[in-house]
């Protein structure tokens, strides 16, 4: 019964979007495009953490940054910032240098993994200071995800503001945030290693979060909803997809917020020239189904 419970709220969810038309309603562009993509990633770790929680920040946003930065995911500008020096005023420096720089053809994504409280990040950035530079960005399209434990306040904070953003899609923009788990709820460490991780270290398959975003991007998500894959994925099918699979590593519920299109595409299923040093065989699709 939950099987087809879910599969009806997918159905409806994507029937409210146009049918994706891969020349106007995605995120990947041809040489033609006039703006610009930006992503900026940053996981901070405690000094005294564990080497395993360092690895599962670190590689949460490596692992995003490789795809958004490559051709296949957009070829985004990207910049990154990891390990216990990574501050609450580094990274409001460098939304200040982006916000000066970024113009309405822009495009953005922002990914950020470390630890959290109810009223932020434990680097000194708040959940309403993350969501204010989000909304004065210019950009036509803005993409957040966030790994914390009660990162779901977050996706309040955007919802407070609802009447900032619910016009955005009427006026040709894009907002989507997601966070790794609910207002009341921590988040989990990731599978530990996989066998096609870089030298098996512990916490190199990132958090339960990233792992999902990451497998998601990678093209685990292709067909997800519908069973229909086509090389592409839409945001729907990397939302959907990636709030199942961190339930099934993490135990908790990744929320989201926004106003999107959800047949926008993202990027192309990676090829497996690249993916195959990353591919793990996905046995339980069925499974994932029942979330």
Not at 34 to 55: C, E, F, I, V
Request: net charge negative.
């Amino acid at each position: 019964m939950k099987s087809i419970i879910i599969l009806i709220l997918a159905t409806l969810i994507t029937s409210c979007g146009t049918q994706a038309d891969y020349s106007e309603v995605h995120s990947l562009t041809d040489e033609d495009y006039a703006g610009r993509k930006y992503y900026l990633g940053w996981g901070a770790a405690s000094g005294g953490d564990p080497t395993m929680m360092h690895n599962e920040v670190k590689y949460d946003v490596l692992h995003t940054h490789d795809i958004f930065t490559k051709e296949y995911g957009g070829s985004y500008l990207g910049e990154t910032m990891i390990g216990t020096s990574v501050t609450g005023s580094k990274v409001k420096e460098k939304w200040n240098n982006l916000r000066s720089k970024m113009t309405s053809d822009d495009m953005y994504v922002q990914y950020s993994s470390g630890h959290g409280f109810s009223g932020g990040l434990a680097i000194n950035i708040s959940y309403d200071e993350m969501r204010n530079f989000a909304l004065a960005t210019p950009a036509k399209e803005v993409i957040v995800f966030t790994m914390a434990c009660y990162s779901g306040n977050l996706v309040d904070s955007f919802n407070e503001q609802r009447s900032t953003w619910q016009n955005w899609q009427n006026e040709g923009r894009t907002l989507f945030v997601m966070a790794s788990s609910e207002s009341n709820d921590t988040s989990s460490t990731g599978p530990g290693t996989d066998s096609d991780e870089p030298a098996g270290q512990t916490g190199t398959a990132g958090s339960a979060y990233g792992h999902a975003l990451w497998k998601s991007l990678l093209g685990y998500a292709d067909g997800y909803i519908d069973g229909v894959k086509d090389g592409y994925l839409s945001l729907a099918e990397i939302e959907w997809y990636t709030k199942a699979k961190t339930k099934q590593i993490g135990g908790h519920k990744p929320v989201s917020t926004g106003v999107y299109d959800p047949d926008l595409i993202m990027n192309r299923v990676v090829p497996r020239s690249y993916s195959s040093q990353f591919d793990v065989v996905e046995d339980n699709m069925e499974e994932l189904r029942t979330y």
